[in-house]
């Protein structure tokens, strides 16, 4: 599991180690991880010409110390870049011993005034960069660039690759704030251990590929954020032993689908028996429940005995909007939302789960929430005085999952590029898995998740774990499915199987 860590906490601890070794010690380590990759990555990509943008502090000696490396070590004399190797310091002042490392080494520096207009000979510099190493704030710096910084990150030419050094510059270090001015990188360097930056939603499209360094941090306080792995799945997924049968292994009930959205039926149905549920029982009208028993013969139809149920796929909240209507699902839904079961609650039920909980009443079992922004900005429009758009939960995710969570005393998934999975104790770490390739956002993407955690809460998950895990492997199914091209939700079900069994056998 990847770990993200509050940034005043690894400020400590960054202190504590750092008075226990020599002096510069803590930065050589930094440096010494960052050059490596830095070296690795340009041979790889054939690097002609690599420019390191170093800013004041600490971040930006461990850019300048990394360049020394580069050049007093000969990390890059085998590789194309051995002669175009320069450093782009923008600060009222450099971090004078690594500034003074790289010159020693033969870099060459070229010094900007932070307030004033880019010059154009060091924008060409930067521009006819193939790499270029992101140095200019750290983890103490504020959300955006302005001025030169800004300048020079708008010179890179879309075509280099960017090595961020901690975090992008300009990201907001506690991952909340959205991105303004800011680098994008293909790749960030941090040290010691993940901070929220990283895997929070407002920042994380910013970070690329992320490779955290060793450099001896222990850390024995809680995470702010967790990041379920692929290695995690064999610990947490439920297999059955020779014992089990059937009822053991947790039967599902799913009330999904309408006269006028009958797939999502078929979709939440096929996922749940994919994800390995031990019965799948299935209640709605007829026409939903004819298509679900032609695609699936192993559903039961009627209600029934379950460990866990997925509530509001395909279901209008609004109910019927004519005479002879026989689509009972709406009362379907507010009779589970008062059952001591657990449940998912997706789609047509988040709004259905408002109004009840408005009324005074609680859930009575654990319950995970699945909403995309839409259906939480309805959410809490409903529980809360004054609206809530879209935009603004787009905005701001996580803040808003929080308030979700705090309202209905319920563990909310929001569904997004970046998922959050936000438990109702504040206390307890978010959840944020971004495994799912850009294709996966599609219509019956969402019923296909839906059933996939309601099997693991029937399993006998906790809320928090069913909804993360059930990320992860939906977002590894849809990579399965379908590596790189359009992508339909029914394929995502139906690669389901063949994905746990490649994350169980490693």
């Not at 039926?265 to 390995?276: F, P, R």
């Not at 047509?348 to 654990?366: E, F, I, K, N, Y």
């Not at 944020?432 to 850009?438: K, R, S």
């Not at 992860?472 to 379908?482: I, Q």
């Amino acid at each position: 599991m990847l770990r993200g860590y509050a940034v005043p906490d690894v400020r400590a601890v960054e202190d504590r180690v750092r008075a226990g070794l020599g002096d510069g010690e803590l930065m050589q380590r930094a440096a010494r991880g960052l050059a490596h990759v830095v070296a690795e990555r340009a041979r790889a990509r054939r690097a002609r010409h690599v420019v390191v943008l170093a800013g004041p502090g600490d971040n930006g000696g461990d850019a300048l110390w990394a360049a020394a490396l580069l050049a007093r070590e000969g990390l890059l004399d085998d590789g194309p870049a051995r002669d175009g190797l320069m450093v782009v310091g923008v600060a009222h002042g450099l971090h004078e011993a690594g500034q003074d490392a790289a010159e020693r080494a033969g870099v060459q520096v070229h010094l900007v005034d932070p307030d004033a207009d880019l010059a154009a000979e060091v924008a060409r510099t930067v521009s006819s960069a193939d790499l270029v190493v992101d140095g200019l704030l750290g983890i103490g710096g504020r959300p955006g660039l302005r001025g030169a910084m800004a300048q020079v990150v708008a010179a890179v030419r879309e075509t280099a690759y960017v090595v961020a050094v901690d975090l992008p510059s300009g990201a907001d270090p506690a991952g909340e704030a959205q991105l303004g001015t800011a680098v994008h990188a293909d790749e960030t360097v941090t040290f010691g251990v993940a901070k929220p930056v990283h895997l929070l939603p407002a920042t994380a499209d910013a970070v690329g590929r992320l490779t955290v360094v060793d450099i001896g941090l222990a850390l024995h306080v809680s995470p702010v954020v967790e990041r379920l792995q692929p290695d995690d799945v064999a610990t947490l997924w439920p297999v059955p032993g020779r014992q089990d049968h059937k009822y053991s292994r947790g039967v599902v009930g799913v009330v999904a689908g309408s006269d006028r959205y009958p797939g999502a039926a078929v979709l939440c149905s096929t996922a749940a028996l994919e994800s390995g549920a031990g019965m799948v029982r299935y209640v709605g009208p007829q026409h939903a429940t004819d298509l679900v028993l032609a695609a699936c013969p192993e559903v039961v139809p009627g209600p029934g005995r379950v460990q866990a149920a997925v509530v509001g796929p395909g279901i209008d909240p609004q109910g019927c909007d004519h005479e002879d209507c026989e689509d009972h699902q709406v009362e379907r839904v507010r009779e589970a939302l008062g059952e001591d079961v657990p449940l998912v609650v997706d789609a047509g039920a988040v709004q259905l789960l408002a109004t009840w909980l408005d009324s005074g009443h609680r859930r009575p079992a654990p319950t995970l929430l699945t909403p995309h922004a839409g259906e939480l900005a309805g959410l809490l429009t409903a529980m809360e005085d004054g609206e809530v758009t879209r935009e603004q939960v787009e905005a701001a995710p996580l803040e808003h999952a929080r308030r979700a969570a705090a309202l209905t005393s319920c563990t909310v998934l929001l569904k997004g590029a970046t998922t959050l999975v936000v438990d109702p104790d504040p206390e307890v770490p978010v959840r944020a898995q971004a495994d799912a390739p850009p294709w996966l956002a599609t219509a019956g993407a969402g019923d296909v998740l839906a059933g996939l955690a309601g099997v693991l809460l029937a399993a006998g998950l906790e809320a928090r774990d069913a909804g993360s895990l059930a990320a992860l492997v939906h977002g590894l199914a849809a990579h399965r499915a379908n590596p790189g091209g359009p992508l339909r939700a029914l394929a995502v079900a139906h690669s389901i199987p063949s994905t746990v069994a490649a994350l169980l056998t490693g």
